[in-house]
T-cell receptor, first 112, second 113 residues
């Protein structure tokens, strides 16, 4: 089964609203990463949060990590139509030699 | 602009053909990866390489092989293509170390007929 599971599977919001998606995982991790994928294209690395960090920001992105609950959230503030994409969390966990395991993704639609 | 380049965006092959998917990176990364992406199954790791001529099986290596003769190039080989290998194939590279992200190519959408 997948190491990371995103919730919700799909999200539809109006431009200007915030979008929040969550990721849960099962085993101890070195870091957790978020990626964006525009339709039919490759994934783009957004942000990496280490296991000893609790929160990280990058532009309009805010990521939190709660290792006690084995969960992370990605918040996109003031969303734009260009944020329409699928968002994936990926975990690098210690037992797997730091290879990334991806969740199933959250499809985000930002309506203008 | 640093990047990972996959040789084809779209590819159509016949069942039983030997198929080569090429991936080249210009970032001098040690680690390279091949994933396939299918609806409902997410991204699954096929093979990866952490150095020239080194390869390791991922989660779904059956029916595939890889070649890494040069640091910048990682090839995925479908020995005898089958219809269940119709998929989006994604190549990625990463610098060695615990806390680096992956750089992905644009993907190759392979259809086996």
């Amino acid at each position: 089964s997948q190491q990371g599971e995103e919730d919700p599977q799909a999200l539809s919001i109006q431009e200007g609203e915030n979008a929040t998606m969550n990721c849960s995982y099962k085993t101890s991790i070195n870091n957790l990463q978020w990626y964006r994928q525009n339709s039919g294209r490759g994934l783009v690395h957004l942000i990496l949060i280490r296991s000893n960090e609790r929160e990280k920001h990058s532009g309009r992105l805010r990521v939190t990590l709660d290792t006690s609950k084995k969960s992370s959230s990605l918040l996109i503030t003031a969303s734009r139509a260009a944020d329409t994409a699928s968002y994936f969390c990926a975990t690098a966990f210690k037992a797997a030699g730091n290879k990334l395991t991806f969740g199933g993704g959250t499809r985000v639609l930002v309506k203008p | 602009d640093v990047k990972v380049t996959q040789s084809s965006r779209y590819l159509v092959k016949r069942t039983g053909e030997k198929v080569f998917l090429e991936c080249v990176q210009d970032m001098d990364h040690e680690n390279m990866f091949w994933y396939r992406q299918d609806p409902g199954l997410g991204l699954r790791l096929i093979y990866f390489s952490y150095d020239v001529k080194m390869k390791e099986k991922g989660d779904i290596p059956e029916g595939y092989s890889v070649s890494r003769e040069k640091k910048e190039r990682f090839s995925l080989i479908l020995e005898s293509a089958s219809t269940n290998q119709t998929s989006m194939y994604l190549c990625a590279s990463r610098r060695t170390g615990f806390n680096y992200g992956y750089t992905f190519g644009s993907g190759t959408r392979l259809t086996v007929v």
